[in-house]
């Protein structure tokens, strides 16, 4: 039975603050989670909750959000059974009252709902990908790496806000690891050779003031080279360019890296261009969050190619997620917990994917914490696709040594990817 629950503003890696939770149980347990941050975030997600007291943290504070927990949800759920998870989210989404969680706060719910699942597995004497999965989960993630950052998360001249190496064709999840982490230490070898910055972004991939955008593609081909491993084969490459934030008065306008100006079909042919040139598996968020029409066409053109994941045009809702699998928007979905603000949604969401034959991949968030939560999640989901970042910045790290950590539990067990 639940006993308290209490929730403290915290710091996530862009010294923002955030929400964690705690939650205990009658029978002694005690379990935390964290909440993450976007940057470049859809229009639709549920709503962080914000002091917007200017005279702290510019605004950004969450004492409201630690308060609603404190003094709203926590008495609401007291003595609840912490296995009931979807109870539990029910009554806090009817608690909040609204439409996208506005009043509480997504990152209020969303730390209670992620604490409370924590919990129900310490109590049940099992891993959390265990507890979420059944006896299934024994599939590890091929990550997606963003070793290049643009964009809203980096102050390079790359229009596009990710370039993710994809080590799809190692073995298992260690090995996929190991190929990537080399591969960007390639990339750092390479940049510092031609005289560009090595800081990181956001996503602790570099941020170098290089030409073009294509000039980042032959960069990581190079570095996938340079690492020893064959470009396409064994390590891939997958783009976020998180178009929304170069979209407006209807065009789409790649001015840090040139000045062009295009069209959404314009951006479809740029893309297919680029598939012929460089090994890409995914595109995310090619179009903008409102280009709906734009990404059935995408997906016409392309989708058998190439996996189109849609971010910021599906928020993890299940509302829009039905609408893109009946249009044929995307023939894939990002998932992010703190998009929709519960667990039992962020399943829900994942199951039409799954029904639909679409792809689905879990990913974190710009502004992270040390919380791992979403790398047993992936395991739990079995989907065999995470995107966590590059291989640098202990935030994203803590996911990859957690995903480590469960290969190696599961020992013979183990399957990787998509395989
Ligand atoms: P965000 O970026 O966390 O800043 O929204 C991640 C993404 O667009 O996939
Ligand atoms: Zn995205």
Redesign the pocket.
């Known amino acids: 039975r639940i006993q308290s629950i209490d929730a403290l503003e915290i710091l996530d890696s862009r010294g923002n603050p955030t929400v964690r939770v705690t939650v205990a149980l009658s029978d002694g347990t005690v379990a935390d989670a964290s909440v993450p941050s ?4 859809g229009e639709n997600e549920a709503v962080e909750l914000r002091d917007g007291d200017a005279k702290r943290y510019r605004g950004k504070g969450v004492l409201r959000a630690v308060a609603n927990v404190n003094t709203e949800i926590a008495p609401a759920l007291l003595g609840a059974d912490p296995r009931d998870q979807a109870r539990i989210d029910a009554q806090m989404i009817e608690l909040d009252g609204t439409p996208n969680k506005g009043r509480l706060g997504a990152n209020a719910i969303l730390g209670v709902s992620q604490a409370v699942a924590r919990a129900a597995a310490k109590a049940s004497h099992l891993p959390l990908y265990a507890y979420l999965g059944g006896a299934g989960a024994v599939r590890l993630p091929v990550p997606m790496m963003n070793v290049l950052n643009g964009g ?2 980096a102050d390079s001249n790359l229009d596009f ?2 370039f993710m190496i994809v080590p799809h064709g190692a073995p298992n999840f260690v090995e996929a690891l190991r190929y990537g982490a080399e591969t960007f230490a390639a990339l750092r070898g390479i940049l510092r050779k031609k005289g560009y910055a090595t800081s990181v972004g ?1 996503e602790g991939g570099f941020a170098p003031q290089v030409k073009s955008n294509d000039e980042a593609c032959e960069l990581i081909v190079a570095a996938i080279e340079t690492a020893g491993y064959r470009p396409g084969t064994d390590v891939a490459i997958a783009l ?1 360019p ?1 178009a929304s934030s170069f979209y407006r008065d209807g065009a789409y306008h790649l001015e840090r890296s040139g000045q062009e100006v295009k069209s959404s079909a314009e951006m479809t042919a740029f893309y297919a261009a680029w598939l012929d040139k460089y090994p890409i598996i995914s595109i ?2 090619g179009l903008d969050e409102n280009d709906w029409d734009g990404f059935r066409a995408q997906t016409a053109a392309l989708g058998g190619r190439i996996q189109i994941v849609g ?2 045009i599906l928020v993890t809702n299940p509302q829009y997620i039905r609408r893109g699998i009946r249009e044929k928007t995307c023939n894939a979905a ?1 998932i ?1 917990l703190n998009q929709i603000g519960t667990v039992t949604e962020t399943i829900e969401a994942i199951q039409l994917c799954r029904d639909a034959g679409w792809g689905f991949v879990i ?5 992270e914490t040390e919380d791992p939560f979403m790398a047993d999640f992936a395991v739990a989901m079995g989907g065999g696709q995470i ?1 966590t970042g590059s291989l640098c910045r202990s935030e994203r790290i803590a996911k990859y040594n957690r995903l480590l950590e469960i290969e190696a539990a599961l020992g013979g067990a183990a399957r990787f990817g998509r395989r």
């Open positions: 976007g940057a470049s975030t809203k998360h806000q990710e956001d976020d998180a995310e968020d971010d910021d990002l992010k990913s974190h968030r710009s502004g995107k």
